[in-house]
């Protein structure tokens, strides 16, 4: 469980690990690809199989196919060096246009955070302390370095 949001460039996310309503630890859920092309950020939320197969498969510049996830609960974002977003479930992937994105269990307070005017880590910070599967620390990975 977690939550990641995108606003102007910056990718934020929670670190908490859950397990059947437990919590079990930290995770990093957010990284980034240099490319010839510039910075790509991605984020993946969900089952902590699920999101450690994207991540890999991310790291290795995206060889082959985007990997399925197991369950209808996970999810990821990548944010190309463009700037284009794209939105990843359990089977299917889209572009996906707006000024801010948020997805995981927090998503719902951090997309209103950022309707009410919060950077992308503010609305991490807000998740934190209002959804229950949402915890510091967080991290913070920009477009641009």
């Known amino acids: 469980m977690t939550t990641i949001a995108y606003r102007d460039g910056l990718l934020a996310a929670d670190t908490a690990v859950f397990d059947r309503g437990v919590y079990c630890g930290e995770a990093q859920k957010i990284g980034y690809l240099d490319t010839p092309d510039g910075r790509v950020l991605f984020g993946a939320a969900g089952k902590l199989g699920d999101m450690a197969r994207f991540t890999t498969w991310m790291k290795s510049g995206r060889t082959g196919p985007r990997p399925e996830f197991d369950e209808e609960e996970s999810e990821a974002l990548v944010i190309e060096a463009n700037g284009d977003v794209h939105w990843s479930g359990k089977t299917d992937s889209t572009q996906i246009v707006g000024d801010y994105f948020a997805l995981g269990t927090g998503f719902k307070i951090a997309l209103g955070a950022m309707a009410a005017g ?22 913070l990975i920009a477009l641009r370095p």
Do not use: G, S
Request: aromatic share 4%; net charge neutral.
């Open 118 to 139: 919060a950077n992308a880590l503010t609305a991490i910070e807000i998740c934190c302390r209002l959804d229950n599967y949402t915890r510091a620390p967080t991290h």
